[in-house]
Every structure is written in C-alpha cells, then in structure tokens.
C-alpha cells in the first residue's frame, strides 16, 4: 500500500538503526510505502560523512527549508530530527505546518552532550522545540514518556518493537564447547562493553569463554580483543545469528543518559529464544524482570553472575529463554502494538491514512 499522503523524516537513513527501527520496520510490517527525507541517508551524520556527500546536504537543507515554508498536506512521521545543524526551530516550523504531525525519539535527548562543534546545535533545545510543536509525541520508554508529558500535550509510550518472523528461535540450550556470549549493537555503543571486561576476563580466567560482537565497527575493545570474535552486522542476517549464541548480553552504565535506552538488545535477544544478561538501567530494569534475566551492576556481581549462568543446567537455561521470548512476544512485538502505533500515527488498520 502506497500513501503519498505520510512523509517520514529521519536523522539518517535506514542503515541508522533508530531510523530502521523507528519507523522504516514499522511500514515494513504494515505493509506502506511512504515518502522518505532523511537527509544525507546514511547511517550518521558526522562531519566526515556530511562532508562526503556534500550535494546531499544543500540538497536536504533546501527541501526541509521549503517544508518549513510551505506545509505539507498530511501527516508527518519525524525521528529524533531533520538536520544535524538545527536547534529546533526548523523542526518545529515543519511539524506546526503540516496537518497532521506526530514526533517520535527513543533516547534521553534531552540530556544528549556533545563535543565541538556539534554543541553548537543543542540537541536538548532542539528536543523541547519539537515535541512542544508536534501534534503528537511517541515516546520509546516510560522515562522518556514521563519527560516529554512535562513539556507536549499528547504523548503516547510505544516501545521499540521487534518482529518474531525476523529471528531464529533457539532451540539447543547445551552450552558451546567454549560458551559463547553476544552482544548486538553499533559502533557508537560499542564502548558499553568496556564497563564490563574486568568481568569477563575474570570469568574468562576461569573458564574460557568467546564474546560475538555484531556490529559494523572495527575498533578494538583493548583486553577484550583477546576474547571477542566480531562478526559483520547485516539486516538479512543478524535474526539468524543470535541462536546460535549461549547468552545475549547488554551492559550499561548508570547515567541519565542511558537511563532513557529502550533495551533493544534484550527485545532482539529475547525474539531469539536467548537467555539475557544486562544492567537494571532505566527500561532495562523492567524488561529483564518480565523476561527473567540475569540483572548485575558492578563487576562482581556481572562475574558472579557469569558464573552462576554458566553453572546452571540445559533445562534452566531453555526456561530462561522461553520466558523471555513469551514476554516479548506478548509485550513488546508489532502485534502486540500494532494498533496504538496506527492509531497515534492516524493509519486505519486497511486503508492507510485517515483523511
């Protein structure tokens, strides 16, 4: 189904995973193709990038000037932001003009820090300015849902969702021969591992175990490098690979910033039938409850809890697993939002946008 009448507009493109997950897998589950504006459309938006492609960037800057200027006829599906070198008031003039506007984020923006010079366009203000004009707001978790109330006269909670048909369920709860942890993520998360390996190598020093690093990054992980085993992230083939893995883990530090994370990575794990292991870290906390994960904070209590995992039996572990894919499934699928996510967004179930 195709909708001229919803246009998205995303930080990066659909290689940026809060974009893909946001927005571009939801109209793949819905079935609707929409107009897309996503600026340079790659996965970030650093200097290097936007200066590689420069004629994207005037590009970009020209169409979301004339949105601005001339309104839009139909709704407006807006992630995190529409350019990199805004503070918000660019945001806001699209999402005022156009008739119906809903803004989406699934991270603490409003604490966001940067170096220079991307502290010259607060991200903070920009936040504030975009949810205060939008229509509507969704937001990835409560602590975010409760933050943006403060600010925005209609919020809506929708979780970062997963689809099941995208990942292999496991099946085999017999430890590897080396047992094998993955974590899942991207190059700009990638340092969350660091909070963690005194732990592993602790754990490691003992029984030997390997870490799987889905990711598209290639910098090292300094003592971890001895231990990890990286593999390429690819969207056809990262559902697939989690299976095949013993435990999917997620470390965070305690900060307000990661307190806003959405736990993506325990959703992707838990689709997979996996045992998880993270930090009680804002939606964290909640989401290893339901799925009966191993919760741990400092490096002791990530090494014991390593070992207890590693000392627990096939059957425990499958349980584990199975607990965590039924929550999942039940709590934080397309289908089990499908209809709020329409609803908020205005798409009736069949025929597309309402008029």
């Not at 409850?289 to 400092?298: K, L, N, T, V």
Request: charged share 20%; proline share 5%.
């Amino acid at each position: 189904m195709t909708d001229d009448n919803l246009l998205t507009i995303a930080t990066y493109g659909r290689s940026g995973s809060s974009a893909r997950v946001r927005i571009h897998d939801w109209l793949g589950y819905l079935g609707i193709s929409a107009r897309h504006l996503s600026y340079t459309g790659q996965a970030n938006n650093s200097i290097s990038t936007l200066l590689s492609h420069l004629d994207k960037v005037v590009h970009s800057e020209v169409s979301l000037s004339r949105l601005a200027a001339n309104g839009f006829r139909g709704t407006i599906l807006m992630s995190r932001e529409a350019s990199p070198f805004s503070n918000g008031r660019l945001e806001a003039k699209i999402l005022r003009a156009a008739d119906r506007s809903v803004y989406d984020f699934d991270d603490a923006i409003f604490h966001s820090s940067a170096p220079f010079p991307y502290s010259l366009w607060p991200k903070d203000k920009l936040w504030l300015r975009s949810i205060q004009a939008a229509s509507h707001v969704i937001a990835g978790n409560e602590y975010l849902a409760e933050e943006a109330s403060k600010h925005a006269r209609d919020v809506t909670l929708v979780p970062s969702c997963v689809d099941m048909a995208s990942y292999t369920r496991k099946t085999d709860f017999d430890l590897r021969s080396t047992p094998t942890l993955v974590w899942l993520g991207s190059p700009a998360t990638e340092p969350y591992l660091e909070t963690i390996a005194d732990a592993l190598l602790r754990v490691n020093s003992v029984t030997p175990i390997r870490l799987t690093v889905i990711s598209a990054g290639r910098r090292s992980l300094g003592p971890l490098d001895e231990i990890v085993d990286r593999v390429d992230w690819s969207e056809g083939s990262f559902g697939g690979l989690l299976q095949e893995a013993d435990l999917g883990i997620m470390p965070l530090p305690d900060n307000e910033f990661a307190r806003g994370k959405c736990a993506y990575k325990l959703l992707q794990y838990g689709a997979a039938g996996l045992p998880v292991m993270g930090s009680p870290v804002g939606a964290n906390s909640g989401v290893l409850a339901r799925m009966d994960g191993f919760s741990a904070s400092s490096t002791a209590e990530w090494a014991v809890a390593l070992q207890d995992f590693l000392a627990s039996t096939a059957s425990e572990r499958k349980s584990k697993g199975d607990t965590g894919y039924t929550a999942i499934a039940e709590g934080f699928s397309f289908s089990a939002w499908k209809e709020t996510w329409q609803k908020v967004v205005g798409l009736t179930p069949t025929t597309g946008l309402i008029p």
